[in-house]
Nanobody, 113 residues
Framework: QVQLVESGGGLVQPGGSLRLSCAASGIMFRIYAMGWYRQASGKERELVAAITSGGSTNYADSVKGRFTISRDNDKNTVYLQMNSLKPEDTAAYYC???????WGQGTQVTVSS
C-alpha cells in the first residue's frame, strides 16, 4: 500500500520560510520522479516543483529563486524549502508520485501577517 505523508505546513508571515516534507512508503521511491503541487481556494491544482529520479529539477515561474525541491532516497522523502513566502503562496500543498495515481493528503500553508 502506497502512502505519502506530508508535513511542515503552517502559518507564516510574508517573507518567512517553511520546509515541507513528504515521506513515501510502499513504493521503490528512488526510481520515481516526484512533484509538489498546490491548490489555492477556488483555483485548480498546479505544479510547483518537480524532481527526477536523477535529481534534475524544474519549477513554476512563480516560485523560481524562492523554492527548492530536494530528495533523500535513503529516507524515501522529498522536501520543498520555501523562502521569501508571499500571501499568494497560500494553498494546500500536495506531493505526488509522477507516473502513478498517488497523492498525499496535503498540508496547508498560509502566508499572512
Amino acid at each position: 500500500q502506497v502512502q505519502l505523508v506530508e508535513s511542515g505546513g503552517g502559518l507564516v508571515q510574508p517573507g518567512g520560510s517553511l520546509r515541507l516534507s513528504c515521506a513515501a512508503s510502499g513504493i521503490m521511491f528512488r526510481i520515481y520522479a516526484m512533484g509538489w503541487y498546490r491548490q489555492a481556494s477556488g483555483k485548480e491544482r498546479e505544479l510547483v516543483a518537480a524532481i527526477t529520479s536523477g535529481g534534475s529539477t524544474n519549477y513554476a515561474d512563480s516560485v523560481k529563486g524562492r523554492f527548492t525541491i530536494s530528495r533523500d532516497n535513503d529516507k524515501n522523502t522529498v522536501y520543498l524549502q520555501m523562502n521569501s513566502l508571499k500571501p499568494e503562496d497560500t494553498a494546500a500543498y500536495y506531493c505526488h508520485v509522477h507516473g502513478g495515481p498517488y497523492w498525499g493528503q496535503g498540508t496547508q500553508v498560509t502566508v499572512s501577517s
